[in-house]
């Protein structure tokens, strides 16, 4: 660690110290996110087709977009748009909150309910797309893995994070172009394939947009013979 990244370690232990934890929403305190604020996080009402953007039921794929690179469905629980969503969400990512990870997992899971997914899902095996080692160490946790913990306790499903490895250190997607996203994923992870063959797998994130990391995991898992590749995300940008 850096004498930098120290001093900013330390700064932060005293910030959290001298200022009390507000809520996002309201700001009252005691609670990074309070009863009252929660329900006014904004849904993602209407689940889309990945590939088209179109409306979808359950968020599936259409017949004609699907292929062997693309998942065959997604469900976002909430709206990436809403600037409180987008505050809890960073919050959420860049400092380690578990108060938050559980909320965000109960949001998700309630839209699953909603969809009529939740029993569907169950005989799937949750995946949290993967951080890069330096990364991780870096940062600390992996967000998807924290969430992918909320949700195996509360629904009982089982979760793999040695399935698919991130082998590169890849840029943020969101800074870069479309062009150089799919450059940016070439040969960015890396699968134990006797382990997925005829199996059916439920990615987790935090936020998608244009889902490109989502459907080169799902691009992979399928090349391995993957039965079924679905993706849940917090957020829908
Ligand atoms: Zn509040
Ligand atoms: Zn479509």
Redesign the pocket.
Same mark, same amino acid.
Do not use: F, N
């Given at each position: 660690m850096s004498v930098i990244s120290q001093f900013k370690t330390l700064g932060q232990f005293i910030f959290d110290l001298v200022f009390p934890i507000n809520c996002a929403g309201c700001g009252r305190e005691g609670r990074y996110l309070c009863a009252a604020c929660l329900p006014k996080l904004k849904k993602f009402d209407n689940q889309i !087709?990945i590939?088209?953007r179109?409306p979808?039921p359950y968020g599936k794929?259409?017949t004609g !977009?699907v292929s062997k690179n693309t998942i065959d469905g997604i469900v976002s629980a909430l709206s990436y748009k809403d600037p409180l969503v987008k505050r809890v969400i960073e919050l959420f990512k860049y400092k380690f909150i578990q108060e938050l990870s559980e909320d965000l997992a109960a949001a998700l899971l309630n839209e699953i309910s909603a969809q009529g997914l939740g029993d569907y899902f169950r005989e799937f095996i949750l995946i949290p797309v993967p951080l890069h080692k330096k990364r991780f160490n870096w940062r600390g946790f992996n967000q998807a893995e924290l969430l992918a913990a909320s949700l195996a306790k509360i629904n009982g499903i089982e979760t793999n994070t040695d399935l698919i490895i991130r082998s590169k250190n890849t840029k943020p997607q969101t800074k870069l172009s479309a062009t150089e996203r799919k450059q940016n994923l070439t040969d960015a992870f890396r699968e134990q394939a006797a382990q997925i063959a005829g199996k059916k797998f439920l990615l987790v994130d935090d936020v998608v947009t244009t889902g490109a990391t989502l459907n080169e995991l799902a691009k992979l898992l399928k090349k391995s013979k993957a039965q079924e590749v679905w993706a849940v995300t917090v957020a829908h940008g």
């Open positions: !087709c590939v088209c179109q979808s794929t259409h !977009c």
